[in-house]
């Protein structure tokens, strides 16, 4: 079992910013990294996705705000949100996959609740 360690969120006005943070273990090799969310009531829904080439994907809720970046040496994945909005509330939940030639595994962190008041 791989243990995620995420950090960062917490309470913000509207138009502030947060930073979350997702720790994989640093022996082990990881391709995709992404954050997903879940908002009361809603299904989960992804973020952003990170490649271990680097390219990326949004939701189109969140282009031009959020950005994701990966430190593949200390296996750790970034989500930088900027002009944070109500309905960008919800729990947080980072997930890495790593696919082998015999394996093709999805890992989640526990979860950090992100809350902007309007």
């Known amino acids: 079992q791989v243990q995620l360690v995420e950090s960062g969120g917490g309470s913000v006005q509207a138009g502030g910013s947060l930073r979350l943070s997702c720790a994989a273990p640093i022996s082990i090799s990881i391709n995709h990294m992404g954050w997903y969310r879940q908002a009361p009531g809603k299904q989960r829904e992804l973020v952003a996705l990170?490649?271990?080439?680097?390219?990326?994907n949004y939701a189109d809720s969140v282009k031009g705000r959020f950005t994701i970046s990966r430190d593949n040496a200390k296996n750790t994945v970034y989500l930088y949100m900027n002009s944070l909005k109500a309905e960008d509330t919800a729990v947080y939940y980072c997930n890495v996959q790593r696919i082998g030639p015999t394996y093709n595994n999805d890992y989640w962190g526990q979860g950090t609740q992100v809350t902007v008041s309007s």
């Open positions: 990170i490649t271990s080439a680097g390219s990326t």
